[in-house]
C-alpha cells in the first residue's frame, strides 16, 4: 500500500454535471499531482499542486480545477461534464526533496452518462 | 510523434519464457526514466527506476540507450503473476511542476 487514498471509488453523473475527487497523500508527502486514464490509454496528467498552489497543467480545459488544502490532501473538480471525462482519475504524491518518484492512490473511476 | 511510444502488444508468453518491452522517448534532455506495472483495474505502481545506462532487479532488467532515445524492460523466466500492463515514464518539468509522461503500455500475458 502507497498511503495515498481516493474517494469515492466509483461513481456514475450525467452529462453537464458537476464532480469533486478527493485524495490524501501519503505522510510526508507535500505535492500532489492528478491523472486522468481513459480506456486502453496510460495515465495523462492534468495539474500539480504544491503548498496549496497549481504550479504545473497538461492540456486540460479550464473546467477541470482543483484545490490543495494545508494538510496536503487534495480536491478535483471537474464542470460541466462531457461523456469523454469517464475515466479513472489518479492521484499521485511525492515529496520536495528532489525525489522523483510519485506513488499513486487506488484511482476514482467515473462514469458519465 | 508522442512524447513516450510503447508497443501496444498484447504479448502473449508461456511461462518461463523471456519477454522485452520497448520504449521510445522524445526529450533528449530526460535524465530519468521508470517502469511502472499496472493490474486490470488497479492503480500503476512503480516496478523499476533507470538513472544511468540500466538496472537490474531480479528477474527484471532495465536498460538505456541515451543516444538512440530508448528504453526496454526485459522479464526473464515469466511468471503467471508478471501479466499485466507495462508502462513507459518519462517525467519532465512543466513550468515549476515535474510530471510524468506515460506510455500507452504494453499488456503482457504469462500462460500456463
Keep these: 500500500e502507497t498511503g495515498v487514498t481516493q474517494s469515492p471509488t466509483h461513481l456514475i453523473k450525467t452529462r453537464g454535471q458537476q464532480v469533486t475527487l478527493r485524495c490524501s497523500s501519503q505522510s510526508g508527502h507535500n505535492t500532489v499531482s492528478w491523472y486522468q486514464q481513459a480506456l486502453g490509454q496510460g495515465p495523462q496528467f492534468i495539474f500539480q499542486y504544491y503548498r496549496e498552489e497549481e504550479n504545473g497543467r497538461g492540456n486540460f480545459p479550464p473546467r477541470f480545477s482543483g484545490l490543495q488544502f494545508p494538510n496536503y490532501s487534495s480536491e478535483l473538480n471537474v464542470n460541466a461534464l462531457e461523456l469523454d471525462d469517464s475515466a479513472l482519475y489518479l492521484c499521485a504524491s511525492r515529496n520536495d526533496r528532489g525525489q522523483e518518484t510519485q506513488y499513486f492512490g487506488p484511482g476514482t473511476r467515473l462514469l458519465v452518462l | ?112
Design chain 2, 1 to 112: 510523434r508522442k512524447e513516450v511510444e510503447q508497443d501496444p502488444g498484447p504479448f502473449n508468453v508461456p511461462e518461463g519464457a523471456t519477454v522485452a518491452f520497448n520504449c521510445t522517448y522524445s526529450n533528449s534532455a530526460s535524465q530519468s526514466f521508470f517502469w511502472y506495472r499496472q493490474d486490470c483495474r488497479k492503480e500503476p505502481k512503480l516496478l523499476m527506476s533507470v538513472y544511468s545506462s540500466g538496472n537490474e532487479d531480479g528477474r527484471f532488467t532495465a536498460q538505456l540507450n541515451r543516444a538512440s532515445q530508448y528504453i526496454s524492460l526485459l522479464i526473464r523466466d515469466s511468471k503467471l503473476s508478471d501479466s499485466a500492463t507495462y508502462l513507459c515514464v518519462v517525467p519532465f518539468s512543466s513550468g515549476s511542476a515535474r510530471q510524468l509522461t506515460f506510455g500507452s503500455g504494453t499488456q503482457l500475458t504469462v500462460l500456463p
